[in-house]
């Protein structure tokens, strides 16, 4: 017994069905496609009211030189070799300063526009109207819109807002124009067909964040010194043109920070060449008077020797001096709070050549700065954090200053010494011949260091005339008028794939909220009472009586030919017994519990089957209107002793079938269906009949159906496809446990297949419950168009479902 009760409830093995699930997803392809049409729509509209990005490239390679001090140093004779400097430069190419200065070689002052009812479009570089500033103050004018209508003949109309109102007026060609404090004119156009346009004021500021919003570089290689310099904007000619304007600034900055050094290198020899210039001739004028004064015509040979050592040692001297100067001058530059610092002056290379490559830090920091001081406050982190970084480079070049600057007084010390010996055997000359040897050595020395800046000076005039820029334009920008945003195929598809996310979306979430059941799949998986058959839905209205007894009146329907089916599969029912006892029930009222006992005894009936029908729900019965007959005397009052037997059994039309209606509705109808009349009548009803079938209240409403349902054979629980909830299903196992029943089954009434609600497993009816618990049945899907049917349907080539139908 207890194997058998563990089969019972043991439900059917239901595997996974891809087909159906295909099934499923294309019964509404209509919400699909929908879904695709209304999201390709929304991807138009998007498209057509968002302004389209243009990007425009250009390629810049740089050489292999570091900054403007490597090159000064290699002019003056320095072999010093730089590394690349890429970031650095990158830095300066993005920097507000020469940005603003690129913008300044367009033609920025005016912009003109289209107006369209969505949005305006820059038509740069095209300008319709001739417009002539005559009055334009570039910290207060007017900066919104103007809008220009042509009218005919010499006059024209300008729209512009003042107050916050709009506001029109009516001018004359080549006459000026006063909007607040700006004036202008507009010249007669050599078109006589121009159109309305809108036009604005700018200044170059304006313009500088537009630019560097859209401005982006990167290395076209990893470690090489060429990069890709990127503009977009939604003009793809001003991108070009910025572009461009960008590089050729860059360039020009670069060439003029290379001569700013040459420049003040020249300044410095310039200065040195003066001062010793006034010596020369003062120590030639001295010379020439002792000449005359000692009559000395010449000196000895001790004195000229003596004279060219202290020659020697006084020139090395007086170059080393001007070392320390240049070194005590990049000091000042270092120390002080000025924009930039440059290395002046170099002699025979004896500075150290990391200096050059701190300087270029001091004034790649000291640029960084400055831009950060356009976006922040001199307080804040980032602008502290460059300070600490600029302070720590200009220790590290002080320290190296100083360490030169030590190491050069040492061989001054050393040049002193050899100086003060010298000059003991020039003291040990003669009187005049000493005079005229302090003389001759001064000016020979002067001379001497006049003749050596003399040349230097040559030197940088000539690399100074000779320095190009440290960079190279490989590509120059060219408008690219394809749009690189919004991307139309890329938002396409998008669309695409989100139209159908949506439709196969929403199919799931239907699914998800349907709280109803559908189909025999879903029944199957929810209880273990085995399903008796499915009664398929009828085509046609039927009315709220259930006065058709559509089995009858439609016999070749596919609605009769399942009913039939449940009909034969009762016969498998409690088959030892001659007389079947049969009570149809359901959870609640309307899930067609009446319909399909009517119909049933009605199929029964044409079998030669004597037939009752008793009404057995004393709270709501609608047999009588069904059979069309009065309702006063019925089953309550025989349960009632009011009657007997035999006055209520009333006969139909249809051969073999017999009813009982339900009688007045009486204070206490549970009661009375527990009353010992009820046994007796359905004894004395076995002997006449061979099926009573029993109609009663909704179980899950009342508790009316128990006494009824625990005498009878067979036990049919109504679930009503599309109407009754998942719960209802587990209420006939439910019972069955409860009362200790084997003789329940359940009917699928109403059953119309609907793909999207349908369960996508498919039951698998294997091992020792198949033909014992499980019954044939058919829900005849897919036999609409067999042509066996009245109501067989026509297949429609548009119909993608019965594209599934088998």
Same mark, same amino acid.
């Given at each position: 017994m207890e194997e058998i009760n563990k089969a019972q409830n043991k439900l059917p093995n239901q595997e996974l069905d891809y087909f159906k699930i295909g099934k499923i997803l294309l019964s509404r392809w209509?919400?699909?496609?929908?879904?695709?049409?209304?999201?390709?729509?929304?991807?138009?509209?998007?498209?057509?009211?968002?302004?389209?990005?243009?990007?425009?490239?250009?390629?810049?390679?740089?050489?292999?030189?570091?900054?403007?001090?490597?090159?000064?140093?290699?002019?003056?004779?320095?072999?010093?070799?730089?590394?690349?400097?890429?970031?650095s430069e990158t830095y300066v190419i993005q920097s507000g300063s020469l940005v603003l200065s690129a913008i300044k070689d367009l033609d920025y002052h005016i912009s003109f526009f289209l107006g369209g009812r969505v949005r305006t479009t820059d038509i740069y570089p095209e300008k319709p109207l001739n417009i002539q500033l005559l009055k334009f103050d570039t910290l207060n004018f007017y900066r919104d819109l103007i809008r220009y209508q042509p009218n005919e003949g010499n006059t024209f109309s300008l729209t512009y807002k003042t107050a916050g109102k709009d506001v029109t007026k009516v001018y004359s060609y080549n006459t000026p124009i006063n909007i607040e404090n700006m004036a202008f004119s507009i010249k007669y156009p050599k078109d006589v067909k121009n159109v309305a346009c809108l036009f604005k004021f700018n200044i170059a500021d304006d313009f500088v964040g537009r630019v560097l919003g859209g401005l982006h570089t990167n290395e076209v290689i990893k470690n090489s010194n060429i990069i890709s310099l990127q503009e977009t904007d939604s003009n793809p000619q001003f991108a070009a043109d910025v572009l461009n304007a960008i590089m050729k600034e860059y360039l020009e900055y670069d060439r003029n920070q290379k001569t700013q050094s040459a420049t003040q290198m020249i300044k410095f020899i310039q200065n040195q060449l003066d001062t010793i210039s006034v010596e020369v001739r003062g120590s030639e004028n001295l010379i020439e008077k002792n000449k005359q004064n000692s009559r000395i015509i010449d000196i000895g040979t001790a004195a000229s020797e003596a004279l060219g050592k202290s020659k020697d040692l006084e020139t090395q001297q007086s170059l080393?001096?001007?070392?320390?100067?240049?070194?005590?001058?990049?000091?000042?530059?270092?120390?002080?709070?000025k924009d930039n610092v440059s290395l002046n002056f170099s002699m025979q290379g004896t500075l150290d050549p990391l200096l050059s490559q701190l300087v270029t830090s001091i004034n790649t920091l000291i640029l960084r700065k400055n831009d950060l001081l356009k976006s922040y406050i001199s307080s804040s982190q980032p602008v502290l954090d460059a300070n600490q970084q600029i302070l720590q480079v200009k220790n590290a070049a002080l320290d190296n200053l100083n360490a030169q600057r030590a190491r050069i007084e040492k061989v001054m010390d050393y040049l002193n010494g050899q100086v003060q010996q010298v000059d003991q055997q020039i003291n040990a000359l003669p009187e005049n011949e000493r005079v005229m040897v302090g003389l001759k050595r001064d000016f020979d020395v002067n001379d001497k260091v006049y003749s050596f800046l003399s040349e230097k000076k040559l030197e940088a005039q000539i690399s100074r005339s000779a320095i190009l820029p440290g960079a190279s334009i490989i590509e120059p920008a060219e408008p690219n008028f394809a749009p690189v945003s919004p991307d139309d195929n890329s938002i396409h598809h998008t669309a695409l794939i989100l139209g159908i996310s949506i439709g196969l979306g929403l199919i799931i979430l239907i699914r998800i909220l349907n709280p109803y059941i559908y189909d025999k799949e879903t029944v199957e998986s929810l209880t !273990?009472?085995?399903?008796?058959? *499915? @009664?398929?839905?009828?085509? +046609?209205?039927?009315? %709220?009586?259930? =006065?058709?007894?559509?089995?009858?009146?439609?016999p070749r329907s596919i609605f009769a030919e399942s009913v039939?089916?449940?009909?034969?599969?009762?016969?498998?029912?409690? !088959?030892?017994?001659?007389?079947? *006892? @049969?009570?149809?029930?359901? +959870?609640?009222?309307? %899930?067609?519990? =009446?319909?399909?006992?009517?119909?049933?005894?009605?199929?029964?009936?044409?079998?030669?089957?004597?037939?009752?029908?008793?009404?057995?729900?004393?709270?709501?019965?609608?047999?009588?209107?069904?059979?069309?007959v009065p309702n006063d005397k019925g089953l309550s009052n025989y349960l009632a002793h009011q009657t007997s037997l035999d006055d209520i059994i009333l006969h139909s039309k249809q051969d073999n079938l017999d009813f009982i209606v339900s009688g007045p509705v009486p204070p206490n109808p549970s009661e009375l269906l527990h009353n010992p009349r009820m046994s007796v009548m359905i004894e004395e009803l076995r002997s006449r009949y061979d099926i009573i079938m029993i109609d009663t209240a909704p179980i899950g409403l009342v508790s009316d159906a128990i006494p009824l349902i625990r005498m009878s054979d067979i036990n049919i629980f109504v679930i009503r496809s599309g109407k009754s909830k998942f719960y209802a299903a587990t209420v006939p196992q439910r019972i069955a446990q409860e009362y200790h029943l084997d003789n329940t089954a359940i009917v699928l009434n109403a059953f119309a297949e609907d793909l999207l609600h349908s369960r996508y497993y498919t039951t698998k009816f294997t091992g020792e419950n198949y033909g014992t618990r499980y019954y044939y049945y058919s829900d005849y899907s897919g036999y609409e168009s067999s042509g066996y049917y009245v109501d067989s349907k026509e297949k429609k080539w548009w119909n993608i479902k019965s594209w599934f139908k088998s």
């Open positions: 209509y919400w699909i496609v929908g879904s695709v049409i209304l999201a390709t729509l929304i991807a138009n509209v998007y498209l057509w009211y968002t302004p389209k990005v243009y990007a425009t490239s250009a390629t810049m390679k740089f050489e292999e030189k570091t900054s403007e001090i490597s090159d000064l140093m290699s002019a003056m004779g320095s072999s010093q070799k730089a590394t690349s400097k890429i970031q080393l001096k001007i070392q320390l100067q240049a070194i005590d001058q990049l000091k000042n530059q270092i120390t002080s709070e !273990s009472v085995p399903i008796l058959g *499915v @009664i398929r839905k009828f085509p +046609e209205d039927i009315d %709220e009586d259930n =006065s058709q007894i559509l089995a009858i009146s439609k039939r089916s449940v009909r034969t599969n009762l016969s498998f029912l409690a !088959s030892e017994k001659s007389s079947k *006892v @049969i009570c149809i029930t359901s +959870e609640v009222a309307g %899930e067609g519990k =009446s319909f399909v006992a009517v119909n049933l005894v009605s199929t029964l009936s044409l079998i030669d089957k004597k037939v009752i029908l008793i009404a057995a729900d004393l709270r709501r019965s609608r047999m009588h209107h069904t059979f069309n």
